[in-house]
């Protein structure tokens, strides 16, 4: 059975920082690329960063860029989004993914977390 465990969101403000972590079980984790996407009520899931199965290739939103990244810990099936200079658009629900095609877009992933809510006040 496919189980992720997802943590790390919470409440902060503007400016602040959170690393979220995905903790992947059921899998050969170093086989999927891992993607991160959040989704705000009533707009699209966007994709927010992605890496590479051996963690050699990454890609972030332009939103994002310079202020988040993203990691991986294939030795403890886990990855990881430090967020850094967090601005209140970036509320939402996060949700990692994993897939072997991976990239930008949803349809990408095959599998994905139960997501954890972040909320960045003013």
């Known amino acids: 059975e496919v189980q992720f465990v997802e943590s790390g969101g919470g409440l902060v403000q503007a400016g602040g920082s959170l690393r979220l972590s995905c903790a992947a079980s059921?899998?050969?984790?170093?086989?999927?690329?891992i993607g991160w996407f959040r989704q705000a009520p009533g707009k699209e899931r966007e994709g927010v960063s992605c890496?590479?199965?051996?963690?050699?290739?990454?890609d972030y939103a332009d939103s994002v860029k310079g202020r988040f990244t993203i990691s991986r810990d294939n030795a403890k099936n886990t990855a990881y989004l430090q967020m850094n200079s967090l601005k209140p658009e970036d509320t939402s629900v996060y949700y990692c993914?994993?897939?072997?095609?991976?990239?930008?877009?949803?349809?990408?992933?095959?599998?994905w977390g139960q997501g954890t809510q972040v909320t960045v006040s003013s």
């Open positions: 059921g899998i050969t984790f170093d086989d999927y690329a």
């Open positions: 993914a994993v897939g072997f095609v991976g990239g930008a877009q949803p349809g990408g992933y095959l599998y």
């Open positions: 890496i590479s199965s051996v963690g050699g290739s990454t």
